[in-house]
C-alpha cells in the first residue's frame, strides 16, 4: 500500500498511544518489524502558543522511521499552523486525530468529538493538507456515539474530499472506549466508501488476527496499539507468517537485551522521571506471570535505572 508517495510492503502500523508509544517504544516496535509509527497525541494549540512539552513529543528519531506526527485540534487554521511547525521534525506524514474518546478531549470539541461534524473534518484536513508538502491522514473511530453508529463513511468520504491520502479506522465508538469486540464490518464498509487506501485498527495481537482484518474488511494495513503493549514482537511474528518463515519467539535473553534498551533510552531521553512513566511498560511485561500482583506492588516501588533492570531481569530471568 501508498500514503502519497510512501510506499508500505505489508502495511504494518504502530497506533499512537498517550503516554505509552515515546520513542523508545517506537523504535522498539520498528526493530520488531512494524513499518511505521506515529507520535503521541500532540496539541496542535500547545505546539501553536510554544508549549515546552511539544518538542519532546514531536521529534522523530532516525531509528524509528518510517514515522508519522499526530496532531489534534478543532480550528482549521490553528492545525495548519501547528502541523507546519511540525515540519521542523521531518515526520513523513502528518496524521490528525479524530478518534480520541479522552473525556478532555471530547469536551473541547476535539479528538472523537469532530466525528460530528464531517464538515468540519473536512476543513481541517484540507488545511493542513494545503499546508505541508507531506502527505495527511486522519485516524478516527467507529462513530461518536452509538446514536450515529456508521459516522465513519461520512467522515472518511469528508475526509478524503479535503484531500487526505489514507484514514485509519478504529472499530469501536467513542462510548465504547476500549470495552467489547472491535467492529471490522465498519472497516469494510468504509473501506468500499473511499477510493484511498484503508488501515483497520482494533483486536489485532497476533499473525491470525491480522489475517482475519485484512480478509474480513478488506482493508490495504493493520494497525496495531495494544496487541503491542508488552509484546512488541507481535510485529516479528506477523512478519515472519507474511514472509513464510517459521517464528521463533524472542528468548528471554533477547527480551531482556531488548528491554534494557528501551529503559536505557527513556533514561537518556527523560532523566529519572522516565523510570515513572517505564513502571508501566514493565506491569505490561509481567502479565500472566505467576504471583503478578506482588509484582506490580514491587514495580510500583522501582525509582531507579538499578531497580528497573532488577524487574526486568526477574521477569525474564
Not at 500547545?46 to 478543532?74: C, H, M, N, P, W
Not at 490553528?78 to 496524521?95: E, G
Not at 476500549?178 to 464490518?185: F, N
Request: with cysteine; proline share 3%; net charge neutral.
Amino acid at each position: 500500500m501508498r500514503i502519497g508517495n510512501i510506499e508500505f510492503r505489508h502495511g504494518l502500523f504502530l497506533a499512537p498511544m498517550a503516554g505509552i508509544t515515546d520513542h523508545a517504544f517506537r523504535a522498539l516496535c520498528v526493530k520488531n518489524g512494524a513499518e511505521c509509527v506515529t507520535s503521541e497525541l500532540i496539541s496542535a494549540k500547545g505546539a501553536f502558543y510554544g508549549d515546552k512539552k511539544t518538542d519532546g513529543l514531536a521529534r522523530v528519531y532516525d531509528d524509528e522511521r518510517i514515522a508519522a506526527i499526530q496532531i489534534f485540534g478543532s480550528d482549521p487554521e490553528i492545525m495548519a499552523s501547528a502541523a507546519r511547525l511540525m515540519m521542523r521534525f521531518s515526520p513523513d506524514y502528518i496524521d490528525i486525530n479524530m478518534g480520541c474518546p479522552v473525556p478532555k478531549l471530547y469536551k473541547n470539541g476535539e479528538g472523537s468529538a469532530l466525528m460530528r461534524n464531517p464538515k468540519l473534518c473536512e476543513e481541517i484536513v484540507s488545511a493542513v493538507t494545503r499546508a505541508v508538502d507531506v502527505p495527511v491522514t486522519a485516524k478516527f473511530r467507529k462513530a461518536c456515539d452509538d446514536d450515529k453508529p456508521e459516522a465513519a463513511i461520512e467522515v472518511a468520504l469528508a475526509c478524503e474530499s479535503g484531500g487526505a491520502s489514507a484514514v485509519f479506522v478504529h472499530g469501536r465508538t467513542r462510548s465504547q472506549m476500549y470495552s467489547g469486540r472491535a467492529d471490522r464490518e465498519i472497516i469494510k464498509k468504509v473501506k468500499n466508501a473511499v477510493k484511498i487506501p484503508v488501515v483497520g485498527n482494533g483486536d489485532v495481537a497476533s499473525y491470525s488476527d491480522y489475517l482475519a482484518m485484512r480478509e474480513e474488511t478488506g482493508c490495504d494495513g493493520v494497525m496495531i496499539g495494544r496487541g503491542a503493549y508488552g509484546s512488541p514482537w507481535v510485529f516479528r511474528e506477523i512478519i515472519c507468517g507474511l514472509e513464510g518463515r517459521e517464528y521463533i519467539e524472542p528468548t528471554n535473553a533477547e527480551k531482556r537485551k531488548m528491554l534494557t534498551a528501551q529503559l536505557d533510552t527513556v533514561v537518556a531521553e527523560k532523566g529519572l522521571n522516565g523510570i515513572r512513566e517505564f513502571r508501566h511498560h514493565i506491569l505490561q511485561y509481567c502479565k500472566g506471570f505467576s504471583g503478578s500482583a506482588k509484582m506490580r506492588r514491587d514495580i510500583s516501588l522501582i525509582t531507579s535505572r538499578e531497580s528497573a533492570i532488577q524487574a526486568i531481569n526477574f521477569i525474564f530471568g
